[in-house]
């Protein structure tokens, strides 16, 4: 089983950028295509940015061009690096494998953008 920390989350102003690690047990990591999630109040969690063992990515529309994923394999680390961002990215922000493993979901990260 993979255990997965997030980290780096907080309260920022409209506008502005945070940078989320996720630290990953396990030598499994690197073979495994890794995402992004979100869960804003009320709503269902939704992948946001995906990244292959390789390197390619895939983002929702809602996150093109705000967001970038990217991984350091020797590190068992993935990243999201968020730019511009909105009141609507306001969530909990978690790790896991695409598709997730369900008894790998960790706390979170709580990211909420408000001025």
């Known amino acids: 089983q993979v255990q997965l920390v997030e980290s780096g989350g907080g309260l920022v102003q409209p506008g502005g950028s945070l940078r989320l690690s996720c630290a990953a047990s396990?030598?499994?990591?690197?073979?495994?295509?890794m995402g992004w999630y979100r869960q804003a109040p009320g709503k269902q969690r939704e992948v946001v940015a995906t990244i292959t063992p390789n390197g390619s990515t895939h983002y929702v529309d809602s996150v093109k061009g705000r967001f970038t994923i990217s991984r350091d394999n020797a590190k068992n680390t993935v990243y999201l690096q968020m730019n511009s961002l909105k009141p609507e990215d306001t969530a909990v922000y978690y790790c896991?494998?695409?598709?997730?493993?369900?008894?790998?979901w960790g706390q979170g990260t709580q990211v909420t953008v408000s001025s």
């Open positions: 896991n494998a695409v598709p997730f493993f369900p008894r790998s």
């Open positions: 396990g030598s499994i990591f690197r073979l495994k295509a």
